[in-house]
Nanobody
Framework: QVQLVESGGGLVQAGGSLRLSCAAS????????LAWFRQALGKEREFVAA????????NYADSVKGRFTISRDNAKNTVYLQMNSLKPEDTAVYYC???????????????WGQGTQVTVSS
């Protein structure tokens, strides 16, 4: 099991950047596939990005390709989401999630953080 705590959310103008962090604890972090999801008000949660346990594979939703970058530092037990060229439609609560290896993408994840709010003003 992995415990996850997100940070780095906030209010930013359209075109700006934010970097989200997700600090993890638990013995299986370095063996986990990690992902970011988001949920806008009144909408279903959607997949944003995922990264394999050794960072060899990454997967992005079409809506964020070329603008967002997922990365991880296993020595620091942290996964990041660098978000550039932000748009108002990126406004949502962002969650990090973990599972033991497996498919790198919009799969079923076992462990979730509490979320961090990102608001992009136009």
């Amino acid at each position: 099991q992995v415990q996850l705590v997100e940070s780095g959310g906030g209010l930013v103008q359209a075109g700006g950047s934010l970097r989200l962090s997700c600090a993890a604890s638990g013995r299986t972090f370095s063996s986990s596939t990690l992902a970011w999801f988001r949920q806008a008000l009144g909408k279903e949660r959607e997949f944003v990005a995922a990264i394999s346990w050794r960072s060899l594979s990454k997967n992005y939703a079409d809506s964020v390709k070329g603008r967002f970058t997922i990365s991880r530092d296993n020595a620091k037990n942290t996964v990041y989401l660098q978000m550039n060229s932000l748009k108002p439609e990126d406004t949502a609560v962002y969650y990090c999630a973990a599972k033991f290896r497996g498919r790198v993408g919009p799969d079923v994840y076992d462990d979730w953080g509490q979320g961090t709010q990102v608001t992009v003003s136009s």
